[in-house]
């Protein structure tokens, strides 16, 4: 009899950390054959950004690294995944596959269409959640649309104990693999970076993450969102560790930013329209005006507001943007440019190094008023106020925007309130050093009001 052989189809759980689907594969068989397969479509798509290529081309290289350590490699593959794993299969004996469950509607189709392919015995396991979505219902049996009530009973579920990862992992030798490709990403991707980034986080930020979340010029929050979007961390272990310390305000708020995660994904499982239209489907016949020019503005940071510039800057040079920083932009191009907001979750797709569909799509859909329990439409940020809240010192606009550093931070969120003299006095003059405002909030704030109340959708 040959040994009993799988396949564990990596995806996006790109560790050997609390893996379920390696833990059962190994479990349920003699030896295992990791695999990943660059798929072309998935590649070539418009969403999918050049940085987390290349993130994942460096999280491709620790995972084999991490195999290595334990008698493995991982097997790389490059074409359509039904063929290369259909051919993996019969080379190699295999007769099951693992995988970690994905939730994407396109991620569902392509695993519908490739386990009917394969015809083998498979295995989707839990690993990039902390619960299932439908684990969690409303006493009806519906899903929750609404976060708070669903982060109640989020909080009531007895979450899996992470599972270490495997000694030794026994894979059948000489199997061909491609090269592994190159990446050089910005940040320093797999497992142990992701595990080292939390144990600074919980030593540094956590116990008074509550309040340091909300000023994009502090390190105040995590940073991990593109360690979990890519698996390098398991959300089950990232939640045991924060439950290891002492209990804190900003400890409960930093597991609630893991239940907005589930509840997103959750949202894009049940209700996957979401994916191209909106939430409330009676916001899909709203009239956006999509001024071409604006959107370029915006994209460029050059919009004369310095909040607003500062983080599409920062988006644009690092593929990374403070969360208070997207709802402030994301408002800004929906409520005061009057641009979809599906023109900005695209663009961010582009730039994110954590884009990720279920978040972005909800944090767009929250800031547009056309998602699940949504800012009401009438509640519209307002840029100056919000750099003046978030950032008092001008500090996260100055760092992006270098050309304001000589505006006293009174002003820095509204350098227009300084006479033409004043300006040339400091050498930061308007429409030469820094653009002027393409819009008057005030004036586009009732625009904004007057077409989401032409839909008379309350
Ligand atoms: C318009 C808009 C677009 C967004 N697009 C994305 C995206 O593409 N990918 C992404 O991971 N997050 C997205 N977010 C959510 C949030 O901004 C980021 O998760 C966060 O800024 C990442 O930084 P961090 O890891 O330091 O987060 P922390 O504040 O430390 O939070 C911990 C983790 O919780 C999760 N999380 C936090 N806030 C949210 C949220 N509102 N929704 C879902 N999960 C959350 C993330 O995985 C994050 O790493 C978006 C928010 C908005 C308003």
Redesign the pocket.
């Known amino acids: 009899m040959p040994p009993k052989t799988a396949l564990v189809w990596f995806r996006r759980t790109l560790r050997l950390d609390d893996n379920e689907a390696l833990c059962t594969a190994l479990e349920e068989n003699e030896r295992i054959v990791p695999v990943f397969v660059l798929d072309p479509v998935i590649l070539s798509r418009p969403d999918t950004g050049a940085r987390r290529v290349a993130f994942l081309y460096d999280g491709l290289h620790a995972l084999d690294a991490a195999l290595r350590e334990r008698g493995s490699y991982l097997v790389l593959q490059h074409g359509d995944p039904a063929e290369e794993l259909g051919r993996l299969a019969r080379e190699t004996g295999a007769t099951a596959l693992y995988y970690s469950q994905e939730y994407e509607p396109a991620g569902r189709a392509r695993d519908v269409r490739v386990t009917a392919a394969l015809g083998l015995e498979s295995h989707a396991c839990l690993d990039h959640l902390l619960s299932e979505p439908g684990s969690v219902k409303t006493k009806t049996g519906t899903p929750y649309t609404v976060f708070t009530p669903y982060f109640r009973a989020w909080q009531e579920q007895a979450f899996a104990v992470p599972r270490s990862a495997p000694e030794r992992i026994a894979t059948p030798l000489g199997i061909a693999t491609d090269p592994l490709p190159t990446g050089s990403a910005a940040l320093p991707a797999g497992e142990t970076a992701a595990r080292a980034q939390l144990t600074a986080?919980r030593h540094t930020?956590l116990s008074h993450?509550d309040t340091g979340?909300e000023f994009p010029a502090e390190p105040?929050?995590?940073?991990?969102?593109?360690?979990?979007?890519f698996g390098m961390l398991s959300?089950r272990r990232?939640l045991e560790a924060t439950r290891q310390q002492p209990k804190s305000a900003g400890r409960d708020a930093?597991i609630r930013?893991?239940a907005?995660?589930?509840?997103?994904?959750q949202i894009l499982w049940h209700f996957p329209h979401v994916a191209t239209g909106c939430f409330k489907p009676q916001f899909d016949a709203l009239a956006w005006h999509n001024d071409e020019a604006f959107f370029a503005a915006w994209q460029r940071g050059e919009t004369g507001y310095p909040f607003i510039d500062a983080a599409l800057r920062q988006l644009a040079q690092t593929g990374?943007?403070?969360?208070?920083a997207?709802?402030a932009?994301?408002s800004f191009l929906t409520k005061d440019l009057l641009c979809d907001?599906r023109l900005?979750?695209n663009y961010?797709?582009q730039q994110?190094l954590?884009?990720?569909?279920?978040?972005?799509?909800?944090?767009?859909q929250?800031?547009a008023g056309t998602g699940t329990d949504a800012q009401p439409y009438f509640r519209i940020f307002n840029p100056v106020s919000q750099g003046e809240k978030f950032d008092p010192e001008g500090d996260y606009v100055k760092r992006w925007c270098p050309e304001l550093k000589p505006i006293p931070s009174k002003w820095v969120h509204k350098p227009w309130e300084l006479s033409v003299n004043e300006q040339a006095a400091v050498h930061c003059v308007l429409g030469r050093d820094y653009p002027s405002r393409i819009v008057e909030h005030s004036e586009q704030r009732t625009k904004a009001l007057a077409l989401y109340k032409s839909l008379n959708c309350g």
């Open positions: 986080f930020a993450y979340r105040g929050t995590s940073q991990l969102s593109a360690y979990l979007k959300p990232a930093w930013q893991l907005w995660r589930d509840f997103y994904y990374t943007m403070h969360n208070r997207r709802m932009v994301a907001w900005g979750e961010f797709m994110l954590d884009g990720d569909q279920a978040a972005n799509n909800g944090g767009w929250w800031a």
